[in-house]
């Protein structure tokens, strides 16, 4: 049987900043299921990151799966049902998955008919038993009713949750194979853009903000879902993990090695939310480097100390700064860090010659002119520390399952019959319904017009660094206006 996997091609700049990500969620998955189906199961890989979505059409029609996987974002869904409609067209059987499914699984499975199923949370094991149950022929609602993670309708076509929530230990899961992946065409990408040979990967799932309770293999779903309900996050964020997971670190440090002597792999992104600051195990890796995340308040020296011990000197930290004010960074669900510290954290970067990469986010919940302002202001001077070499600046995005998100379905009848049953998210749209509920005066048009003025003055005060400029979370009308640098890309290496 043949399984196609796809991330389709986002439709507007929300995720920009990770053109060089592979889709690894999908490599898990077809890991997963190659290791235990073997000669059975033919699976290809569509990564919207490199092809388009009319090329992602023409090689659907070319493969004919007999089951497809989607794994959309919020800004790629449009694009998701395009490839869903046909591939069940041509007699697939159509299962979505990803953080925005996850959150919106009820409503695709109502207003979307050709989709059946949608995998909540993780789906290693849920894909397994999809495609085990059509080797032996199972059909209709006999194939996906009473799987965990998935959500379908019953014989009755009503829509209907699973009954348990599986949370593998990372232990259980198989390192991804890479070649999986056309990399012959992605390190063309990263190759162009400056990166060399770099590979993302993840040494974890999860952020050390949520649950610090011990995570149980199995839960009944409607303690899962008050579970997510309840996770201590950030006022944006639409993740729903349960806890914050690690690799043992000799595993992390077996998977660098591997890709460093399989695929001369220099650079490493480490895409997990929040970096493992508990380990310092060396990764014995020389002359590479690695991008992570961090969170502010976590850049101490102990802490640098930590990371360099395990990963070597070249470090780049990838760190939410978001707002300069207390009170905006209190609503966004950050913990307080006064300007003086910031500045004091950078400087001690510098010394080390530890990049950083810095992000902002203008309209967040409380946002005020003066309060957008002093973040402005704080990106401008931070754009003058020559270890600072990346500034990403955002409207703030409302991602389904997010508090930001349920807070303005709550705000009023009106965003409750507009956004509740709505599975197709205009992020234009929910962003400007949501400044006008939750901010004082300030319009999308507004927040729009001081990232383009802090772009402008940066570029005038830092002629000899190429410091990159970036945005997401807006469409390419509006990112063209903006005019953001990237450095990474060709267009920007031209000029």
């Known amino acids: 049987m043949k399984m196609l996997l796809v991330y389709p091609e986002i439709q507007s700049s929300v995720t920009n900043t990770a053109t060089y990500s592979l889709p690894l969620g999908l490599g898990a998955i077809a890991t997963f299921c190659r290791k235990i189906f073997s000669a059975e199961l033919e699976i290809k890989i569509l990564d919207g990151s490199m092809i388009t979505h009319t090329e992602q059409l023409e090689n659907l029609e070319k493969f004919v799966p007999h089951i497809i996987g989607l794994s959309p974002t919020i800004a790629s869904m449009g694009n998701a049902y395009d490839l869903a409609r ?21 409503q695709m499975l109502t207003n979307r008919s050709f989709i059946d199923a949608v995998v909540l949370y993780e789906g290693e094991e849920a894909m397994e038993e999809i495609i085990r149950r059509w080797i032996l022929g199972k059909r209709s609602t006999d194939l996906l009713i009473g799987i965990r993670n998935v959500a379908c309708r019953n014989e009755k076509g009503d829509v209907i949750g699973p009954e348990e929530i599986r949370v593998f230990n990372l232990k259980e899961l198989p390192n991804i194979d890479y070649d999986l992946f056309d990399l012959r065409r992605y390190f063309a990408q990263t190759m162009t853009r400056g990166f060399g040979r770099a590979l993302s990967y993840y040494a974890g799932k999860g952020c ?8 149980n293999s199995l839960y009944v779903f409607n303690e899962y879902s008050q579970r997510v309900r309840s996770m201590n996050t950030c006022s944006f964020c639409g993740r729903n993990e349960l806890g914050f997971r690690c690799l043992p670190s000799d595993r992390e440090k077996f998977i660098l090695q591997q890709l460093h002597e399989q695929y001369d792999v220099r650079g490493f992104f480490n895409v997990q939310d929040t970096v493992n600051l508990t380990d310092d195990t060396p990764v014995e890796l020389e002359n590479c480097w690695f991008r992570l995340f961090i969170g502010l308040e976590s850049i101490t020296r102990a802490n640098i100390d930590r990371l360099m011990r395990r990963y070597g000197p070249n470090l780049i930290l990838q760190a939410g700064v978001e707002a300069a004010t207390l009170h905006v960074r209190q609503s ?3 913990i307080p860090i006064s300007e003086e510290k910031i500045f004091a954290n950078v400087e001690m970067l510098a010394k080390q010659n530890i990049q950083l990469h810095a992000s902002f986010i203008f309209g967040g919940r409380g946002e005020t002119k003066e309060s957008m302002n002093a973040s402005a202001s704080m990106a401008k001077q931070l754009a003058n520390y020559p270890n600072v070499t990346w500034i990403l600046i955002s409207p703030q995005l409302i991602l389904p399952g997010s508090p930001d998100y349920l807070r303005l379905l709550n705000s009023s009848e009106e965003m409750q019959n507009k956004w509740a049953s709505t599975d197709l998210i205009d992020i234009v749209d929910i962003n400007r319904d949501f400044l006008r509920h939750f901010t004082r005066g300030l319009s999308r048009e507004m927040i729009l017009d001081e990232i383009k003025s802090v772009f402008a003055d940066i570029r005038s005060q830092t002629l000899e660094q190429q410091l990159v400029l970036d945005v997401k979370g807006v469409i390419p009308k509006e990112e063209q206006d903006i005019a953001p640098r990237r450095y990474y890309c060709d267009e920007d290496k031209k000029q």
Do not use: Y
């Not at 591939?87 to 697939?92: D, H, I, P, S, W």
């Not at 998955?97 to 699984?105: H, Q, V």
């Open 86 to 106: 046909r591939a069940k067209e041509l007699g697939a059987v159509v299962v979505f998955g990803g953080i925005n499914s996850t959150n919106l699984w009820k």
């Open 208 to 215: 050390s903000k949520r649950s610090t309770t011990k995570m």
């Open 332 to 334: 966004m669900g950050k």
